[in-house]
Each structure stands twice: as structure tokens, then as C-alpha cells.
């Protein structure tokens, strides 16, 4: 299994960025998908995440209203439309699938596989 994240960059505060997250080896249409983000000197939080058929979304309070989670199962990717940023949404951003036909979740226990992560930065 392999997930790759790509997107991520430097943006002012207010600006937008998108992260894809391209998934292979696995039938990504099975899986409840998540964005979770780790800044320097904390742990590793969940952001968002999204039910394996798309339908139902789950966000962090942090950043409800303001990032957009979808998933296009054709084309086997994740994505995170990130719009209003702010400085605290600097970090480290993962992509993570959970089991086959599991429920999404905010809790990282519940994901099998892992990206690399991608890096965003917010400027003031």
C-alpha cells in the first residue's frame, strides 16, 4: 500500500492550498480515508476524514468552515481544499486509511496506512 501526498507549500494567511493524497495497492474505495497534520513540538491531530463511500464527513472543530474533505474513488485519490488558512494550520499534513469498510475516525489507532506527509506553512 502505498499513499503519496502532494500540495502542500507556503501560503499567506487567508490563501488556500489543496492536498491530494494519490493511494495505490489497496481498493481505495473500501477504505475510510483521513487528513491528520502534526506542528513542531506537538503530537499528531486529526483534521479530517471522510466514510469510504464519500458520504458522510467528520472535521476537527479547528478547522470546520474552513477545510473541505472529498475523495474522487475513480481516480483513487484524497483530497483537502484548504481555504482561510491561518498560521496555527502550519504543519505537517498526513494522509491515512483505515480499515476495509471501516467506519471513519478521529482516532490514529484506527488507521492502517500512512503517507509521508506534506508540508504546509502559513505566513502572517
Known amino acids: 500500500v502505498q499513499l503519496v501526498e502532494s500540495g502542500g507549500g507556503l501560503a499567506q494567511a487567508g490563501g488556500s492550498l489543496r492536498l491530494s493524497c494519490a493511494a495505490s495497492?489497496?481498493?481505495?474505495?473500501?477504505?475510510?480515508m483521513g487528513w491528520f497534520r502534526q506542528a513542531p513540538g506537538k503530537e499528531r491531530e486529526f483534521v479530517a476524514g471522510?466514510?469510504?463511500?464519500?458520504?458522510?464527513?467528520y472535521y476537527a472543530d479547528s478547522v470546520k468552515g474552513r477545510f473541505t474533505i472529498s475523495r474522487a474513488n475513480a481516480e483513487n485519490t484524497l483530497y483537502l481544499q484548504m481555504n482561510s488558512l491561518k498560521p496555527e494550520d502550519t504543519a505537517v499534513y498526513y494522509c491515512?486509511?483505515?480499515?476495509?469498510?471501516?467506519?471513519?475516525?478521529?482516532?490514529?489507532?484506527?488507521?492502517?496506512?500512512w503517507g509521508q506527509g506534506t508540508q504546509v506553512t502559513v505566513s502572517s
Open positions: 495497492g489497496l481498493t481505495f474505495s473500501r477504505y475510510a
Open positions: 471522510i466514510s469510504w463511500s464519500g458520504g458522510s464527513t
Open positions: 491515512a486509511a483505515s480499515g476495509e469498510l471501516r467506519t471513519v475516525s478521529p482516532r490514529e489507532y484506527r488507521y492502517d496506512y
